[in-house]
């Protein structure tokens, strides 16, 4: 069973960095497409970046040219830096785990970890 852990999150101060972890455990890590997904207070979860196993990155237009996701396939580990944090980024960003099996996709969450910016 693929479990997923988040950490990094916190309070920040507007136009300051943050670094995300998300630790994997179980599946099958370097086959895995890992994603940031965010949600905000009364909003829907949102995509925020991709990584696919080959390392091809995308970006959602809110996040582009201020956060970088990467990954270490051999920590099984995703990260998300964001740098010049806005306010509109205060949201819980979970770590999803997505991968094509034959019949079907894996899809796996993290519990999330709280990020707030103040302004």
């Known amino acids: 069973q693929v479990q997923l852990v988040e950490s990094g999150g916190g309070l920040v101060q507007f136009g300051g960095s943050l670094r995300l972890s998300c630790a994997a455990t179980?599946?099958?890590?370097?086959?895995?497409?890992m994603s940031w997904y965010r949600q905000a207070p009364e909003k829907q979860r949102e995509l925020v970046a991709t990584i696919t196993p080959d390392g091809v990155t995308n970006y959602a237009d809110s996040a582009k040219g201020r956060f970088i996701i990467s990954r270490d396939n051999a920590q099984n580990m995703v990260y998300l830096q964001m740098n010049n944090l806005k306010p509109e980024d205060t949201a819980v960003y979970y770590c999803q785990y997505r991968r094509k099996l034959i019949y079907r996709w894996a899809e796996h969450w993290g519990p999330g970890t709280q990020v707030t910016v103040s302004s």
């Open positions: 179980g599946g099958l890590f370097t086959a895995a497409t």
